[in-house]
T-cell receptor, first 113, second 111 residues
């Protein structure tokens, strides 16, 4: 049973608009959440993270929201740019064990010019 | 500073063959991990190490061995390759319980 789920395999958004990527988790022991971005033929690169003591974290155009009661997090990208087109993975772990990540299956984002 | 390097980039094996996937990092990170990525399944943790001489199993350890004799290197061994081990393998490292940095991956095909 998948502990971290990304139910949308793909998302297409117009350049300049907002992209919203969603992630759900089932394990209430998770208290640290990350988003990674992956281009083809490259390894994942870290994008943004949030710990369970917060409900929002911002870094430039990227914002992650955490709803612990719903076991749901989302990544907002605004404004979206064509260079954001990639696969985005949600991942979770204990806050002291982020070297043991549980990943979702990924969402492929396409930003149309 | 090369970060995390992996060799080879591509490998084709026959069922039953053995091989070692190499991973090295030059950031003096204590923590290193191996993941595999399969279509529609994201990345799954195979083995990890919290320091030289210390390794432990992740979600999908069967069929793989690891060792960590130095801080820099964390090789992954397939003793008898099976078609189910066809996948893309990623090595990652981090300083403590911090953000992981991933290598570029090794694409393995087992015939």
């Amino acid at each position: 049973d998948q502990q971290v789920k990304q139910n949308s395999p793909s998302l297409s958004v117009q350049e300049g608009r907002i992209s919203i990527l969603n992630c759900d988790y089932t394990n209430s022991m998770f208290d640290y959440f990350l988003w990674y971005k992956k281009y083809p033929a490259e390894g994942p690169t870290f994008l943004i993270s949030i710990s369970s003591i917060k409900d929002k974290n911002e870094d430039g155009r990227f914002t992650v929201f955490l709803n612990k009661s719903a076991k749901h997090l989302s990544l907002h990208i605004v404004p979206s740019q064509p260079g954001d087109s990639a696969v985005y993975f949600c991942a979770a772990s204990g806050v002291d064990s982020s070297y043991k990540l549980i990943f979702g299956s990924g969402t492929r984002l396409l930003v149309r010019p | 500073n090369a970060g995390v390097t992996q060799t080879p980039k591509f490998q084709v094996l026959k069922t039953g063959q053995s091989m070692t996937l190499q991973c090295a990092q030059d950031m003096n990170h204590e923590y290193m991990s191996w993941y595999r990525q399969d279509p529609g399944m994201g990345l799954r943790l195979i083995h990890y190490s919290v320091g030289a001489g210390i390794t432990d199993q992740g979600e999908v350890p069967n069929g793989y061995n690891v060792s960590r004799s130095t801080t820099e290197d964390f090789p992954l061994r397939l003793l008898s390759a099976a078609p189910s081990q066809t996948s893309v393998y990623f090595c990652a490292s981090s300083r403590g319980a911090d953000t992981q940095y991933f290598g570029p991956g090794t694409r393995l095909t087992v015939l």
